[in-house]
């Protein structure tokens, strides 16, 4: 199961979530932000992958690790270096309705 954000979590988060249950062989580089992190976690053996847009990875890991390790599930890691366009010059898609 996916994790979901509701708004009033959304409301609360110190970053924001910008895609959720992706592929990450399909993320075009070139047409995101350079300050995207892909956050793997693993629930009733299958493994997920949102995108989030924030500076530190410790906003992300303290929100991500409690939701889930809410649902029995793993975090296995927070990776950076994805994207190309500078976070104040991006002008794409806004984010997912997670």
Known sequence: MALTFTADEKALLKFTVFD?????????????PTDIHLVE?????????????AYKKVDIFDTY???????????ISITNG???????????????NG
């Open 41 to 53: 976690y693993e629930v009733d053996g299958t493994l997920y992958v949102d995108m989030a847009r």
């Open 82 to 96: 994805f994207g190309r366009i500078k976070p104040k010059l991006y002008t794409g898609p806004t984010p997912a």
């Open 65 to 75: 690790y409690d939701k889930v390790k809410a649902i029995n599930g793993t975090l």
């Open 20 to 32: 959720l249950n992706v592929n990450p062989a399909e993320m075009d580089e070139t047409s995101l």
